[in-house]
């Protein structure tokens, strides 16, 4: 962070708002481009240079243009489906057929694009030049002997092959290539690339568009060849696309007419195949039970015969499972009196068709009647009645219940029977849906397989019409024209690059340079930096022809010392002199010319001035006034017995008096931390109201330091473009720690232009000091008569 050193005026100084910093920080750049501006030019011409020298080998690039028309038909059949007979790519494919690297390299081959001679004018020898399938790339030299007789092939300067001039050249290396027109002791240097190298550099640069729903493909080749070159192989290009794509559709169209024919005779042996097996199964299931449709009331005649016994055989068989049950129930109930005929009628069954129960029930039923009869006329023990009540118990317990039980075998045996019956025919009724199933099953692949063959059939029909028939879907609207002109000339691109590019480089390079300058340049650098304010400034004093000083200067460095004057003056109370020690970081910043300057406006203004050449080192401000160097400071110093009045010089001004550093010593810098320099400036205020101290630069010593002690002030001096910042700031440092009160810094050398335009000044109705002193340079002032 600065230290804030300065105590002139309003002490220290806010940097402002960002934009007047931002504005100050502009200026110092532009400051530092003028200050750079003859380095910028030169970078800017070298970049001129460069862009002149690259435009030479950056040529000029040239754009041809074609249309291609296809058929908007063709662009329509992408809908068609799966099989597409007619057609020959999607529209997508267009442009990737057209930027194939087989269309490209055949364009290569034709026009011999893998040659290129290193001199433009020597293609003479090269004509008829050809290559094998397999060639080695690289680059060649033909060099034909002093005599024309022979030649010697070389690649990267190694021998190939020698021979006759007159036969076939570079065979080994896949060269078909007889040359002709040899000039005797020439060499011809070219190179090869492989084919299908220069159709993929062909293919870059090589654009092709095909708008969605537009029929127009547009082509464009970009080049640094000649024009008519280019032209020449977009025209070739173009008709070897056309004849590409005829071919291409020629053999789709074959391969599909082919494919069809096959996919045609396996369709219809599918559809013999599916026809024989529904044949097949027709005729192995014609005998068996079929599932018919819905019986409608009134027609159960109509209804299968399976079915109908089927049922038949269930209903029979729960009848006789019924009269089974029942007579087996009446049997196992029987009492022991026997079977109760009339129980037997119950189960119809049993009796009709049974004679032998029919007989034997009506045998008993006589029998019973002649019992009846017999009792009514005899007693139970009669004979008679006796064997007819025996008769009839047989009949009853014995021979009706013996017939039942037969018939109940028969049942049983019916029984059995209708069950397995009833098996066997749930088993094959079952079979029938199966075998429906399988019956339209093998009804919907005859049906599929007939449809199938007639589709193929009728697009076979087409695809050999279309083959018969076939037309090109592609057509050259505009061919391409070599341009007259460069359609991309890079020659004013570079060169604006180029200027663009070392101007900005320039300004890069001065930013940098001003960044790490050490020299002070700006007034932000003695109040940020050091911590200064800024009490006044002097101007660049130039001279003319005459030898003399500007008298527009002059004036301003008269305005200048006075305003620094009224400042200097403001830091002292009312009425106390004025004690100051003028001092600059390097010599050649104009210390002295300001003392001098400063001391003769203090002495026009009315104040009795005191000047001390303090610098005991190269002090020559006797000179400047012409004025006798001793005594001065060094004898007052080695002689305690001199007084002030012994040492003092007056000059032209009846108000200034000067103090010359006196003759050179040994002991001058320790005699200036001596108790007698305290004691001549502690008296000199006594007699005068301004006390001005000329000291050595702050870096060749304390000399300066023990003169800020001894008057108790400091003003610095800061000359633009020479003072070391560095070196200022690290005496300002140790500066801080002695009892010296830095009064500000005033910069020296300004241009009253930049950001020193404000700071400068041009009076029109003052009396220059330089008419009272002639200002010879820069630090140095003559008093003149």
């Not at 028309?69 to 992408?78: L, V």
Request: net charge neutral; hydrophobic share 40%; glycine share 8%.
């Amino acid at each position: 962070m600065p230290i804030d050193r300065g105590l002139v005026a309003s002490g220290a100084r806010h940097p402002g708002p960002p934009s007047a910093v931002t504005l100050k920080r502009l200026q110092r750049y532009f400051g530092a481009v003028k200050q750079y501006k003859w380095m910028i030019l030169a970078i800017v011409g070298a970049a001129i240079g460069a862009g002149l020298l690259a435009t030479r080998f950056v040529p000029p690039s040239y754009e041809v243009n074609a249309t291609l028309w296809i058929s908007a038909e063709t662009a329509r059949r992408q809908d068609r489906g799966p099989i597409r007979g007619q057609e020959l790519v999607a529209a997508s494919g267009w442009v990737e057929l057209l930027r194939s690297v087989a269309l490209s390299e055949s364009i290569v081959r034709q026009l011999g694009l893998y040659l290129k001679p290193s001199e433009a004018n020597d293609s003479l020898p090269f004509i008829g030049f050809g290559i094998k399938d397999h060639v080695v790339p690289g680059l060649y030299t033909l060099r034909v002997d002093g005599d024309g007789q022979k030649y010697a092939l070389l690649r990267k300067k190694e021998l190939v092959e020698r021979g006759v001039v007159g036969d076939s050249v570079g065979r080994s290396v896949g060269f078909l290539w007889q040359p002709k027109a040899l000039t005797a002791g020439k060499e011809h240097d070219f190179s090869i690339v492989e084919p299908h190298e220069a159709a993929v550099t062909l293919l870059n640069a090589l654009n092709a568009s095909l708008p969605d729903g537009s029929s127009f493909l547009r082509v464009s080749l970009t080049g640094k060849d000649r024009p008519i070159l280019l032209a020449t192989i977009v025209n070739r290009w173009l008709e070897a696309y056309i004849r590409m794509t005829g071919q291409l559709k020629r053999r789709n169209l074959t391969e599909f007419v082919g494919i069809l024919d096959g996919q045609l005779n396996l369709a219809e042996a599918r559809l013999r195949g599916a026809e024989s097996a529904l044949e097949n199964f027709r005729v192995q299931t014609i005998t068996l039970p079929q599932e018919g449709g819905p019986v409608a009331a009134g027609v159960e005649q109509t209804r299968d015969p399976v079915f109908q016994d089927y049922f038949k055989t269930k209903l029979e068989y729960e009848s006789v499972h019924r009269d089974r049950e029942a007579l087996e129930h009446i049997l196992r109930d029987a009492p022991s009196a026997g079977v109760d005929p009339e129980m037997l009628f119950a189960v119809p069954a049993v009796v009709v068709g049974n004679e032998r129960l029919k007989a034997a029930i009506g045998e008993l039923a006589t029998k019973e009647a002649q019992l009846r009869t017999a009792r009514l006329t005899y007693t139970d023990k009669y004979k008679g009645v006796q064997d007819l009540e025996r008769a009839t118990g047989i009949l009853r317990q014995q021979t009706i219940p013996d017939i039942a039980r037969a018939s109940l075998e028969e049942f049983k045996l019916r029984e059995a029977q209708l069950a397995s019956r009833i098996d066997g025919a749930s088993t094959e009724l079952r079979r029938i849906p199966s075998r429906t199933i399988e019956e339209m099953r093998l009804r919907r692949e005859v049906a599929v397989a007939e449809n199938l063959y007639t589709t193929l059939l009728t697009r076979y029909g087409e695809a050999k019409l279309t083959e018969a028939s076939e037309t090109p879907d592609v057509a050259v609207l505009d061919s391409a024209v070599a341009p007259n002109r460069p359609t991309r000339n890079t020659a004013p691109k570079l060169m604006l690059l180029a200027v663009l590019g070392g101007l900005g480089f320039a300004i890069a390079l001065v930013i940098v340079l001003d960044m790490v300058d050490a020299r002070f340049r700006y007034p932000e650098q003695a109040t940020d930096e050091l911590g200064l304010d800024i009490v006044g400034f002097m101007p660049r004093l130039t001279q003319n022809r005459n030898r003399s000083i500007d008298p527009l200067l002059a004036a301003q460095l008269t305005e200048g010392i006075r305003c620094i004057r009224v400042g200097l003056r403001s830091t002292t109370p009312d009425g106390a002199p004025l004690m100051l020690t003028i001092s600059s970081p390097c010599s050649g910043d104009g210390k002295s010319l300001l003392a001098a300057n400063l001391a003769v406006s203090f002495a026009e203004a009315g104040y009795k001035t005191l000047l001390i050449d303090g610098d005991v080192r190269r002090g020559a401000l006797a000179s400047t006034f012409n004025v006798r160097a001793s005594p001065g400071l060094m004898e007052y110093l080695r002689a305690p017995e001199l007084s002030l009045r012994d040492i003092v010089h007056p000059t032209l001004h009846p108000n200034l008096v000067l103090i010359p550093s006196g003759a050179r010593s040994r002991r001058g810098v320790e005699l200036l931390a001596s108790e007698q320099l305290r004691r001549l400036i502690v008296s000199a205020p006594e007699q005068f109201d301004v006390v001005l101290v000329d000291t050595p630069p702050l870096g060749v010593g304390v000399d300066a330091f023990a003169m800020g002690i001894a008057t108790g002030s400091m003003l610095l001096v800061l000359r633009t473009g020479k003072t070391n910042r560095k070196l200022a700031e690290a005496k300002l440092e140790f500066a801080d720690r002695l009892p010296i009160r830095m009064l500000g810094a005033v910069l020296n050398d300004v241009r009253a232009q930049g950001i020193y335009e404000y700071y400068s000044y041009t009076p029109r109705f003052s009396e220059p000091i330089g008419e009272r002193i002639g200002i010879v340079d820069e630090g140095t002032v003559r008093a003149r008569a």
